[in-house]
C-alpha cells in the first residue's frame, strides 16, 4: 500500500546515473508532508519517508518533526530491522521495553528490531528527529573498508 503521494515528489528529484536528490525544504516546513497511517488509519503530519522518493535499497529513511507536547500514540517493534534515532532539535523522552529516557539534540539511540518503543514530545517546541532503519546484521563492511578513492579531481 502506498503510504505517501509519491507522484507528487518525482517532479522535484534530480536523478543521475549513480544518484538521487531530493530537496525536502526546511526542517521547519516538514508537517507540510502528510501520510495515510496504515494502522493507525489517519493522516499523519510531519513525517516524510525516503525510500521511494529515492529508490533507496538497503535501508528506509524518514524525516521528521513531533509538534510540542505530542506523542507517539503505539508501542512498536519491527520484524527483521533494526533502527537508528538520530534527535536533531528540541527535546523529549523515549521509552524501550519499558526503560524511559531523555532524549535532545544529538542524542543517537540504536533499537533491535525486537525493541519495543515508543516516544514523545513533552516540551514546549517541536521534537526534530530522523530515522534510519536497515536489516539488522546486514552490514558486512563500512567507511574505509568499503570506500574507495578515485583519482579523478572534482570537476568544480
Ligand atoms: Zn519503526
Given at each position: 500500500?502506498?503510504?505517501?503521494?509519491l507522484?507528487?515528489y518525482s517532479s522535484q528529484v534530480k536523478t543521475?546515473?549513480?544518484f538521487s536528490a531530493f530537496d525536502a525544504?526546511?526542517?521547519?516546513?516538514?508537517?507540510?508532508?502528510?501520510?495515510?497511517?496504515?494502522?493507525?488509519?489517519?493522516?499523519?503530519?510531519?513525517?516524510?519517508?525516503l525510500?521511494e522518493i529515492l529508490d533507496?535499497?538497503?535501508?528506509?529513511?524518514?524525516?521528521?518533526?513531533?509538534?510540542?507536547?505530542?506523542?507517539?500514540?503505539?508501542?512498536?517493534?519491527?520484524?527483521?530491522?533494526?533502527?537508528?534515532?538520530?534527535?536533531?532539535?528540541?527535546?523529549?523522552?523515549?521509552?524501550?521495553?519499558?526503560?524511559?529516557?531523555?532524549?535532545?539534540?544529538?542524542?543517537?539511540?540504536?533499537?533491535?528490531?525486537?525493541?519495543?518503543?515508543?516516544?514523545?514530545?513533552?516540551?514546549?517546541?517541536?521534537?526534530?528527529?530522523?530515522?534510519?532503519?536497515?536489516?539488522?546484521?546486514?552490514?558486512?563492511?563500512?567507511?574505509?573498508?568499503?570506500?574507495?578513492?578515485?583519482?579523478?579531481?572534482?570537476?568544480?
Amino acid at each position: 500500500m502506498p503510504i505517501q503521494e509519491l507522484k507528487k515528489y518525482s517532479s522535484q528529484v534530480k536523478t543521475g546515473q549513480n544518484f538521487s536528490a531530493f530537496d525536502a525544504g526546511s526542517l521547519e516546513d516538514l508537517f507540510q508532508y502528510e501520510l495515510q497511517h496504515p494502522r493507525l488509519n489517519r493522516t499523519v503530519k510531519g513525517k516524510l519517508f525516503l525510500r521511494e522518493i529515492l529508490d533507496l535499497t538497503s535501508m528506509q529513511v524518514s524525516l521528521n518533526r513531533l509538534p510540542a507536547g505530542a506523542a507517539v500514540p503505539f508501542i512498536h517493534k519491527h520484524k527483521q530491522n533494526e533502527e537508528l534515532y538520530i534527535f536533531i532539535k528540541g527535546n523529549g523522552q523515549m521509552q524501550v521495553d519499558g526503560e524511559t529516557f531523555d532524549i535532545k539534540e544529538g542524542t543517537v539511540v540504536r533499537i533491535a528490531p525486537d525493541g519495543g518503543r515508543v516516544w514523545r514530545n513533552n516540551s514546549s517546541e517541536d521534537l526534530y528527529y530522523i530515522v534510519i532503519q536497515g536489516k539488522d546484521g546486514s552490514l558486512s563492511q563500512d567507511t574505509f573498508d568499503d570506500g574507495i578513492p578515485l583519482e579523478t579531481p572534482p570537476s568544480w
